[in-house]
């Protein structure tokens, strides 16, 4: 039996580069396959979704979903570790990793398909992906093709001519606090990658990749666009730093845009629980209205499992008194 596992993906999913970013920290023998024509029928063996990441084991079943990817993996290879020993930073490692899938995506999805010059640079991208080889004249129905159709539903993730300017300002604040954050710090937690820098360096190096957004990185964020290069590939550099230095250091940006995630997610979780076809709330002052669905019914889920999560927490005044601080506690505590 071969000891390879194989990862189905796309160079465009930061999900799927998540989980490769994973196993190439981990060291854990693996095989990168494109998900295109070339690798179609063998993908559909091991996929339930038609998603990727899809990782086919050596036991030859097929796991899907990057987040329970890499807790699967982190059971079976616990060396190094992406957990902080400390309880209250493993914590912390969780709710940025779900903020990167979550909030971050919005941040990347948004930029990717709002604007045309962005629409048509990601179209040809994917289209070069799914057709290797093929020229660009012969790529161009099928890049219409995308472009339309992805275009079409960035409503998915909230993006609308309310939500545009909140997530707009959400991810140029986001970037603006990293950026304090990395200036002592390789990574999220210190010397060496954690669950949360996985979740969130995958967004935003999606994100550098397409014009808009990959300029305001570029213009502004220099030390958040080693960061995210560096998790393309990493490896650790030391240890992780004690909570009370992470802590201080992490609190405005727990303040932003995270809180601005958990007060999105908790109204989102509260629209599907009364069966409400549309959400409203307010994020950091600004009205955010979209329909309830589809992907959204799984935020709720990752919702419940991010307060099972914290709940699991050892007692922690520390902990709770920095959520609360930054207004993320009320959203985490509720059932």
Same mark, same amino acid.
């Given at each position: 039996?071969?000891?390879?596992?194989?990862?189905?993906?796309?160079?465009?999913?930061?999900?799927?580069?998540?989980?490769?970013?994973?196993?190439?920290?981990?060291?854990?023998?693996? =095989?990168?396959?494109?998900?295109?024509?070339?690798?179609?029928? =063998?993908?559909?063996?091991?996929?339930?979704?038609?998603?990727? %990441?899809?990782?086919?084991?050596?036991?030859?079943? &097929?796991?899907?979903?990057?987040? %329970?990817?890499?807790?699967?993996?982190?059971?079976?290879?616990?060396? %190094?570790?992406?957990?902080?020993?400390?309880?209250?930073?493993?914590?912390?490692?969780? !709710?940025?990793?779900?903020?990167?899938?979550?909030?971050?995506?919005?941040?990347?999805?948004?930029?990717? #398909?709002?604007?045309?010059?962005?629409?048509?640079? *990601?179209?040809?991208?994917?289209?070069?992906?799914?057709?290797? &080889?093929?020229?660009?004249?012969?790529?161009?129905?099928?890049?219409?093709? $995308?472009?339309?159709?992805?275009?079409?539903?960035?409503?998915?993730?909230?993006?609308?001519?309310? *939500?545009?300017? $909140?997530?707009?300002?959400?991810?140029?604040?986001?970037?603006?606090?990293?950026?304090?954050?990395?200036?002592?710090?390789?990574? !999220?937690?210190? &010397?060496?990658?954690?669950?949360?820098?996985?979740?969130?360096?995958?967004?935003?190096?999606?994100?550098? *990749?397409?014009? *808009?957004?990959?300029?305001?990185?570029?213009?502004?964020?220099?030390?958040?666009?080693?960061?995210?290069?560096?998790?393309?590939?990493?490896?650790?550099?030391?240890?992780?730093?004690?909570?009370?230095?992470?802590?201080?250091?992490?609190?405005?940006?727990?303040?932003?845009?995270?809180?601005?995630? !958990?007060?999105?997610?908790?109204?989102?979780?509260?629209?599907?629980?009364?069966?409400?076809?549309?959400?409203?709330?307010?994020?950091?002052?600004?009205?955010? $209205?979209?329909? $309830?669905?589809?992907?959204?019914?799984?935020?709720?889920?990752?919702?419940? =499992?991010?307060?099972?999560?914290?709940?699991?927490?050892?007692?922690?005044?520390?902990?709770?008194?920095?959520?609360?601080?930054?207004?993320?506690?009320? #959203?985490?505590?509720?059932?």
């Amino acid at each position: 039996m071969s000891e390879i596992y194989r990862i189905f993906g796309s160079e465009m999913s930061p999900y799927s580069v998540k989980a490769r970013s994973y196993f190439r920290y981990k060291q854990i023998p693996h =095989e990168w396959l494109l998900r295109n024509g070339e690798q179609l029928e =063998e993908y559909k063996k091991y996929a339930r979704l038609p998603i990727v %990441p899809t990782v086919a084991t050596p036991e030859d079943e &097929g796991l899907q979903d990057s987040t %329970p990817i890499m807790e699967a993996m982190e059971e079976k290879f616990p060396g %190094p570790s992406i957990y902080p020993d400390d309880p209250d930073l493993r914590f912390l490692s969780q !709710l940025l990793e779900e903020f990167g899938d979550e909030w971050g995506n919005k941040w990347m999805f948004h930029y990717r #398909w709002k604007r045309e010059v962005d629409q048509v640079a *990601t179209a040809k991208r994917l289209v070069a992906e799914m057709m290797p &080889g093929a020229t660009e004249e012969q790529m161009a129905p099928m890049v219409n093709q $995308v472009q339309e159709r992805m275009s079409g539903r960035i409503g998915v993730v909230g993006s609308n001519e309310t *939500t545009s300017p $909140v997530i707009e300002r959400s991810f140029k604040e986001g970037i603006g606090l990293l950026e304090e954050h990395l200036a002592h710090r390789p990574y !999220l937690f210190g &010397g060496r990658p954690s669950f949360g820098d996985f979740g969130l360096a995958a967004q935003i190096n999606a994100a550098s *990749t397409d014009p *808009t957004a990959g300029g305001i990185l570029r213009e502004s964020a220099p030390l958040v666009s080693a960061w995210h290069e560096r998790m393309l590939d990493p490896s650790a550099e030391g240890a992780f730093e004690p909570a009370e230095v992470i802590c201080e250091s992490l609190e405005p940006f727990l303040n932003g845009p995270v809180r601005h995630f !958990l007060t999105w997610s908790a109204a989102n979780a509260e629209a599907i629980a009364q069966g409400s076809e549309e959400m409203q709330t307010e994020v950091d002052g600004q009205p955010w $209205v979209q329909s $309830v669905g589809g992907p959204q019914k799984y935020h709720a889920k990752s919702l419940k =499992e991010l307060r099972r999560k914290f709940g699991s927490v050892p007692d922690s005044p520390a902990l709770t008194n920095l959520l609360d601080r930054t207004g993320c506690l009320r #959203w985490l505590s509720e059932a």
